[in-house]
């Protein structure tokens, strides 16, 4: 089973991947299923606020669903899964209202931005780790993770350690081993919630160049008893489709994940890899 469960469309407002491009791709790529997991939010609202979901999102997810029933009857062969990436806020109450009102069958839950400033894009990133030392900026990104995890409507959170992204230009390669308190109780309280761990090879290729999370991140997943990883490009545009999968597969292997699991109305389902 090989699954890319974290694919923007043209319904997000980064992308402009056209689903039945998206589909061709995955089908060229062999993988069995597939979820579309559009942004919860746009960047910036009409106040300047980055990241608050914004008042036609319920709109944007309808359209796509729409799209996503008439595409699962064209192609049979692939699973077609509605998703969202939805990111962490001091505010949580619209996500909350999003995630309960439209009928998704898996939600990715992120942690993009801390004090107000995007650590996951160039733009601003390095404004972050400017004035902190390593400990300060892993520690407040974990921290935030931790709210997220608390706030729990999701089904996998992706990219679990997207701090290492810009934060190793600053400070060297990310070694989990020094933040390992704070990660094992994040991972217990994901396994208490029944929340998964996706394998992001978004950034294989640049920046960090590293499979998000760390391959020992995912080794203390499998020793604290998660019980669901799912498999994500991140793709913005269809060329992303599955890249790096298999780095990510020899690495899922290597630390012994035997199952990626797919959802259907937020219900699980493994498959042997
Ligand atoms: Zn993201
Ligand atoms: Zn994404």
Redesign the pocket.
Known sequence: MLIDY?I?NHFSPDSDSPTEAIIEKALEAELNAICI?N?SETFVNSEGMPGTVQPDALERFRKTRQEIDVFRRKYPDLMIGFGA?VQYEDNMCPATELVEKAPFDFI?G?VHNLDGINISGHTHADQFFEGRTETQAYHRYFEEMLKLIEWGRISAV??FDIIKKYGHEHYGPFKPEKYKTILIAILKKMRDKGIGMELNT?SMHKRCKELFPHPTILKWCLETGIGHFTLGS?A?HTHEIARHFDEALAIAKDVGIKTFSTYQNRQPTQHQI
């Open positions: 974290h923007h997991t942004h990436e990715l992120s992706a990219h978004g991140d913005h």
